[in-house]
Structures are given as structure tokens and as C-alpha cells.
């Protein structure tokens, strides 16, 4: 039955297809394995890194007979296990052989060799199907004792689909009855499903065709040699490639984004109680995709949050031959990972996006870009891919499956169009999983036509770059919440209305002259969720989980024992405003309507309120850091004087840093300490100790820790006025700052 057991125990099974009698087909004659195995070979890829890079398999996967489910093996598993990959083939002629086509890039591909019993011979692609997905190979030499299979279209039915698998540990031919099912789609495709590898015999076993597509076209145009299918050669296929590296060297680029450094203190509340935000959170440089969509605009392929937007500062475009060029932001789509740039001045040949259906491309050979960027270092291969399956995902758009994860790849159709590129939905606030990276996947160049075409209208107003003084403006309701928990709402009796205690806050202050005073809300009220318009479920109300730090704990009376050098680690001794909710609330966008959904009496109620920004807080305060004294003071801000207890006409600043081995720290000094006077005058703002120290001298400081004062001197050189006041000077929010608390 084959020639040969091979140099390795390789066990044979012959599978007639149990349940063969398909539609009142016959059982197949055992005698078919006879005629046909002697044309069925095992074609082995042996890969290998390239530049410490694992190999990517793009079609290396055949659909399980038995459960139906696509399967394939990690490159980086046969490299490990020093053993090729390995797929079937069906011999077309004694030195030709077709066979699925693996998609690997040459670099990956240390050799190919094709097996038939012990007989081994090297062999090379000669040919790429266009519309199957097959190659046709080339063979060193003929293959002792092989057969070419010799196919006849004219065969009647009924058919048998053969294929040649490697299942459990052996290498099986399977025969069965090809189905008579009948399949029509919506897009007018008409067809018979298949094996996606087969060979398709008549019940005598003579070939018919060559099946790689899963689908036989009811036409019956699928029947005859594989030799007459559409292909290009491998002079051709180079040929296309160069076309295709011409071109995307003029359209394909990559971005250089440079950020502002993020204030030191705005996200230090999170490494002791907050799982909030990210790595990406606090990024300086980000080196992304682009596509040149315009002669000036190109599309940054980069999701970045609202808060790092605010921190954009410049944008440089690399082209792939060297050249560059700055460009200026011009908007976020709102629901894409993506935003616009313009050039400084025109560029040649953009690329042009295909109006085509998505689906239209199925098994096609597309060209293909795969854009390499790690950090400063772009490098571009060029290949091909195969559109496989889709899924259907979000507002009904069709999504390409291919058979690997490659986040860098660019389609291209034979005339140069661009088809699909690697580019994330951005999700609502509603739905984003603050835990969890949104995956990037192909998306067709389809659904941008109307981005492209008015791309103003498809941009969020609220993720756009801000300068350094709005950097961490957020919104606010106005209130203090506790989380809820599951004890808390199982006692509130909101345990099925909080997911047992998931979700909800409890308000705890509503601040006076503030968004929630101003709707009546009540301390008690419980704050459930959010319902906002255009979004695709309710805004479920989450904290942070406080539970690592508790702010009753801050070391007041240790703080002397303290050395200098760690003081500057200590965590805020207060609630940061900017926690998860509030930045969800910011990231719908400042002036977007929303109703508050609250708990009170045992009943519902319903708010409406409009997301609005806030007065200045801890992180956004005005400072002012003198050199001389290595001390960085901040204005007191609504949640500090809340903190400490402090009404609004109360005097004082608060020190933010004390800089080690200084002249502040050798006095004593320390982190969240209150000056309320310089010299015996009361100071207001840092404006003002700015003024008070101009005369330099002996400075005595008012200071109290918590609720105890005293005075430290300071002798400065004369008229200091060392340092910088390190804000704008402008109204703190469009809202009345809070006063004193009253309504504990």
C-alpha cells in the first residue's frame, strides 16, 4: 500500500469513512488506497529564527475531519522539538508537487523537502495559487516508486474526497463520501463543502481535481488539474513584490510620538492602593505605524488614552528610505485606536483604500507588508497572506481570520490597494476593561472610507493634546463615595442592584457649590451607575480597591524618623481625585449629558448632570519649588483643605517635596506639612511665599503637621528669589471652589 516505512516508526491508517454512506452513497472500495497512495507525499518545511525572531506560520493548519475545528502547532514548537514542520501534498507531476500554502516568509525557512516512504528530496516553490491556497513545488529529482496523479474532469459522480493527515501520532488517508449539501450565502456564493486539503476521486478512484478551499462551486469549474489554475510564478511573485515595496515605501510609515514626562506625583496613589491606568499611562515615546492617507494626512496607527494625549508634543513621520518630517495632530477617531496627522508639506503617492466587501478576498493572494518597528528600528518584509475565515464583531463588520497572530501586517490587493492593516476599535467607557488590552486585529480598509473622507466628523473633541497647566484637568460630581462591598450592600438591602457589593459608592461629603450639591444629592444617597447616551450599556460605578493602604495609617508622628531620601516616596495622605470612576466620567468628555442613577429611601432616583471640569486638585495645583531651600511647595487645593480640616479663607500652602541634604530638610521639613505664614504674614498661595522670600535673609516659617504648629528658620542668601512659580496664573475651575465641609 506504500513504499516504504520511513526512518522512524511511522504507523499507516486507512480510514473508509465509517459513516460513508452519505445520501445513499456506498461504502468506498479499499482498493481506491491502492491507486492513490502512491501520489501522496509529505512536504517538510525546516524552519529557523531569523534576527531572534520566531518563525510565523500563515497557513500551516488543516480542518480536523472529527471535530471540525481549525488546528496548528507554535513555529517555535518544531525549532524546540528539531523537526520540520510538516503538511501533505499531492504529486501533479514526477517533479511537481501541490501543496498547502504555509505562508512563511523565506527568512524562516531553512529548507523544503518532500517525502514519499524512505525517499527524500529537497525542493523549492516554483508557483503561488492566486485563488487557492496551495503552492506548487518544484522537485530536485523524481521520486523513487511516486506516481503523478493524472486527473479527468469528465468523471461522474458519485465523488470521494481524500485526505492525508498526520492524527494522532500517524500519517492517515481518510476517504469519505463528498457531501451533496448545498450551500448559498447572502453574497451569492453557491457552493459544496469540502475538506479545506483533499484530492476528489470517482468512486473508482480515478483523480478529479485538487480541492484547497473548503468550497466547490456548484459550476463544477473546480474539476481538472491544479496545473491549470491561475498562478504566479516565482519571477512573477518577486516581480509583484518589488511593485509592492516601491509602493508601500511611499505610503507605509513609521511615527515617533514624544510625550511630556507625566507630573511625578500624578499617578504615585496607584502603586500603593490603585490598580488603575497602565505601563502606557506614563509613556515619553512611542514609535507606531502610519499610512499616508493624503498629499498631508496620515493615519496614526496608535490607541492612545485621553491622558496621554493630553501629553502629546510632537509627531515625526519616518519614511522607509530615510527621509522625515514633523506633523501636527488634528484629531482622535472615536472609534478607532488611531489618530490623524498633517505633514508639513505634500507627499507623493498615499496609499488608496479598496471600497471592496471584505469577503470578496477570501483565499485570494494578497501581497503583503509586514512592518517591523521596535523602537527606532523599522524593518519591512514582504510576503504575502490569505484571508481564510471572518467573524462578524462589532456593528456587524466583517472581521478576516487568519490562521496566525501578526500584529504588523498590511494587505494589499494586485492592483495596489489597501485591503485590511493592523488597526483596535476603541471601546466605550461603558465596556472598556480597565484590566484588559483591547486586541488589534485586522480590520478592512472599508470601514475607514468615511473616516478618510470627512475626517473631522469620525474625531473625539475630549483626546486632544493639552498644555502642561490642563494636563490632569478631571471631571467631578462634587462628592466624597466609599466603595461599596458586599457586607455594605447586603445591609442597604442593594446587594441585587450592586452585583453583591461589586459596584456602587456610597456618598460619604457632597462638597458645596459643586455639580451634586446643586441636584440635591444627599449624604446616604448611594450612587449606582451612569446612563449615558450613545453609549452601549449603562457606566457601572467602580472604585479603586483602597484596601492595600489605609490613609487613618499615614505616619504623622513618624515622620521625623523617616530618612530625607525616602520621604519623597510617601503616599498622599488623602484620597486622589483621581481615581476609576472619575476617570471614566472625564473620558466621555467634557459637556456630554449623562443621569446619575442614586439610591435613597428604598427607591431609584434618577440626576441629570452634564460631565464638567473641576477645580484644581493636588495633582494640578499651582507650585513653586525654590532651589536655595530644595523645597517644592504646592496651593491648597479643594480635597486638601478638606482633608485637613481647613476653611476656605484659611491661610497656607502645602509642601510637596523636600529635596535631600537642603537647607528645608536640615530644618525639618517634611512632605504634607501646612506653611500658613512667612516672617509672621499669612500666605495665601505660593504667588505670595514666591514674594516673601524675594528679600532673602532669615525666614521664619509657620508650619503645622496635622494639628501641630511650629516655627522654622531658614537662612537664605540675600534676595533669593530662587525658582520658578510652575503654573499658569488663571482661574482654578468654572466652578466656585468648595468651602469649609459642613454636612458630615
Known amino acids: 500500500m506504500f513504499s516504504g516505512t520511513g526512518s522512524r516508526l511511522t504507523a499507516v491508517v486507512v480510514i473508509l469513512g465509517l459513516a460513508a454512506i452519505v445520501y445513499g452513497q456506498e461504502s468506498p472500495d479499499p482498493a481506491i488506497i491502492e491507486r492513490i497512495a502512491p501520489s501522496l507525499v509529505r512536504v517538510e518545511y525546516t524552519l529557523q529564527y531569523d534576527k531572534g525572531q520566531a518563525p510565523v506560520l500563515g497557513g500551516s493548519y488543516e480542518r480536523c475531519p472529527n471535530c471540525g475545528g481549525l488546528h496548528w502547532r ?47 528530496v529537497a525542493a523549492e516553490i516554483e508557483a503561488v495559487a492566486r485563488d487557492q491556497s496551495a503552492v506548487f513545488l518544484k522537485l530536485s529529482e523524481p521520486l523513487p516508486q511516486a506516481k503523478p496523479l493524472a486527473f479527468d474532469p469528465s468523471c461522474e459522480p458519485p465523488f470521494l474526497a481524500v485526505t492525508y493527515q498526520l492524527s494522532n501520532g500517524c500519517w492517515a488517508i481518510n476517504v469519505q463520501g463528498l457531501s451533496k449539501n448545498v450551500t ?40 481538472g488539474s491544479p496545473a491549470q489554475w491561475a498562478v504566479l510564478s516565482a519571477e512573477a511573485y518577486a516581480a ?15 511615527v515617533s510620538l514624544n510625550f511630556r514626562s507625566p507630573k511625578a506625583d500624578a499617578s504615585e496613589q496607584s502603586r500603593w492602593y490603585s490598580g488603575y491606568g497602565g505601563e502606557d499611562d506614563s509613556v515619553t515615546e512611542l514609535h507606531v505605524p502610519g499610512i499616508l492617507c493624503g498629499d498631508k494626512r496620515i493615519l496614526v496607527l496608535a490607541g492612545l488614552k485621553p491622558k496621554v494625549t493630553a501629553r502629546l508634543e510632537r509627531i515625526t513621520a519616518h519614511w522607509l528610505g530615510g527621509r522625515e518630517m514633523s506633523a501636527r495632530f488634528v484629531g482622535s477617531l472615536r472609534d478607532y485606536q488611531a489618530f490623524w496627522a ?67 501586517l498590511f494587505l494589499f490587493d494586485e492592483a495596489g490597494l489597501l485591503v485590511a492593516f493592523p488597526l483596535a476599535r476603541r471601546e466605550k467607557v461603558s465596556v472598556e476593561e480597565r484590566w484588559r488590552s483591547q486586541d488589534v486585529g485586522l480590520t478592512a480598509a472599508v470601514y475607514l472610507g468615511d473616516c478618510v473622507r470627512d475626517p473631522v466628523a469620525h474625531c473625539d473633541p475630549s483626546n486632544v493634546p493639552l498644555s502642561e497647566e490642563e494636563e490632569n484637568r478631571l471631571a467631578w460630581l462634587g462628592v466624597e463615595l466609599q466603595p461599596m462591598e458586599e457586607q455594605l450592600a447586603r445591609a442597604q438591602k442593594i446587594a441585587h442592584l450592586t452585583n453583591d457589593g461589586e459596584s456602587g459608592a456610597l456618598v460619604t461629603y457632597v462638597y458645596p457649590d459643586s455639580p451634586a450639591a446643586s441636584a440635591g444629592v444627599a449624604v446616604g444617597d448611594i450612587l449606582l451607575r451612569l446612563h449615558v447616551p450613545d453609549q452601549p450599556k449603562p457606566l457601572e460605578v467602580q472604585l ?57 429611601d428604598g427607591e431609584a432616583v434618577r440626576k441629570s448632570f452634564s460631565v464638567v471640569e473641576g477645580p484644581r486638585h493636588y495633582d494640578s495645583a499651582t507650585r513653586y519649588k525654590n532651589e536655595e531651600m530644595g523645597l517644592n511647595v504646592r496651593d491648597l487645593t479643594y480635597e486638601v483643605r478638606r482633608h485637613f480640616q481647613m476653611k476656605p479663607e484659611d491661610p497656607g500652602i502645602i509642601v510637596a517635596k523636600i529635596e535631600p541634604g537642603e537647607k528645608a530638610a536640615v530644618a525639618g521639613l517634611v512632605p504634607y506639612e501646612i506653611i500658613t505664614e512667612v516672617n509672621g504674614e499669612p500666605v495665601t498661595d505660593v504667588k505670595a511665599f514666591e514674594q516673601k522670600l524675594a528679600g532673602g535673609g532669615e525666614v521664619k516659617l509657620s508650619v503645622k503637621r496635622k494639628n501641630r504648629g511650629r516655627v522654622v528658620k531658614i537662612q537664605l542668601s540675600e534676595a533669593s528669589s530662587v525658582g520658578a512659580t510652575q503654573a499658569a496664573e ?3 475651575a468654572k466652578i466656585t471652589p468648595p468651602g469649609a465641609p459642613s454636612n458630615e
Open 74 to 120: 507554535g513555529s517555535d514548537d518544531y525549532v524546540g522539538e528539531e523537526r520540520p514542520m510538516e503538511t501533505s501534498g499531492f504529486l501533479i507531476a514526477s517533479d511537481r508537487v501541490v501543496s498547502t500554502d504555509a505562508m512563511i516568509h523565506p527568512r524562516f525557512v531553512k529548507g523544503i523537502a518532500v517525502r514519499f516512504g524512505d525517499s527524500v
Open 240 to 254: 509583484r513584490l518589488a511593485v509592492l515595496k516601491d509602493a508601500s515605501e511611499q505610503c507605509l510609515l513609521r
Open 544 to 600: 479603586d480597591d483602597q484596601s492595600g493602604f489605609s490613609f487613618d495609617d499615614f505616619p504623622w508622628e513618624q515622620l521625623n524618623e523617616i530618612p530625607a531620601e525616602y520621604l519623597s516616596q510617601l503616599p498622599k495622605p488623602w484620597p486622589s481625585v483621581d481615581n476609576r470612576f472619575i476617570r471614566a466620567l472625564s473620558d466621555l468628555g467634557f459637556g456630554k449629558p449623562f443621569e446619575a442613577e442614586f439610591w435613597r
Open 730 to 732: 488663571e482661574p482654578e
Open 342 to 408: 498633517e505633514l508639513e508639506q505634500p507627499m507623493p503617492a498615499p496609499a488608496v483604500l479598496s471600497s471592496e466587501d471584505i469577503r470578496s478576498h477570501r483565499r485570494r493572494l494578497l501581497p503583503a507588508v509586514d512592518l517591523k518597528i521596535k523602537g527606532e528600528n523599522c524593518e519591512a518584509y514582504y510576503a504575502h497572506g490569505r484571508m481564510g475565515s471572518y467573524n462578524v464583531g462589532w456593528k456587524g463588520q466583517i472581521y478576516p481570520q487568519l490562521s496566525f497572530v501578526d500584529l504588523s
Open 184 to 223: 448559498e450565502t447572502d453574497t451569492g456564493r453557491r457552493f459544496m463543502p469540502a475538506p479545506s486539503q483533499c484530492l476528489i476521486v470517482d468512486k473508482s478512484g480515478a483523480p478529479v481535481a485538487v480541492g484547497m478551499s473548503e468550497e466547490l462551486p456548484l459550476d463544477g469549474t473546480w474539476k
